[in-house]
């Protein structure tokens, strides 16, 4: 893992335990207001909902760094330990492909909803949604690191 890399991943991972600690932290805060006060806070659901939408997608860009996500490996156990590097690479470019097609979808839908403005919180909902286009940069960072690993490393990986 390279330097980058590495200050990356360390930040994410700051920043997905602090959207953690933040939404257990605000919904029981809000359990004990309603439950034991009577008192309800009208933005908690909605902030504890946000950060759990940056949380996963931060999550699923750290999950591609370790290569923690569930694949079906069984047809690349059948190559030739040769053709390793050059599967992953393939399926990490088609990933990379599918991830650039998310984000590029997702910004016409980031602009309008920078309009609409959350009932709670009263934030633009663009920044709700531009969880997709960060952890995509994210992800294909990784993948392409992750693929670079494969080139030289080759079947020793």
Avoid: C
């Amino acid at each position: 893992m390279t330097r980058m890399t590495q200050y990356l991943a360390n930040f994410i991972k700051s920043f997905v335990f602090s959207a953690f600690i933040l939404m257990v932290v605000v919904t029981f805060m809000q359990v004990v207001s309603r439950y034991v006060f009577g008192h309800s806070f009208f933005w908690a659901e909605e902030l504890a909902r946000y950060a759990m939408v940056w949380l996963t997608f931060l999550g699923a860009a750290l999950a591609i760094l370790e290569r923690e996500h569930i694949n079906i490996d069984f047809f690349i156990k059948q190559l030739p330990k040769a053709l390793y590097p050059y599967a992953n690479v393939l399926i990490n470019l088609i990933l990379v492909i599918f991830v650039a097609a998310l984000m590029y979808y997702s910004l016409p839908i980031i602009q309008t909803s920078m309009k609409i403005h959350s009932t709670g919180l009263g934030i633009p909902m663009g920044y709700v949604n531009l969880a997709l286009p960060v952890s995509g940069v994210f992800m294909i960072v990784y993948l392409i690191t992750d693929s670079v690993r494969w080139v030289r490393k080759g079947a020793e990986t």
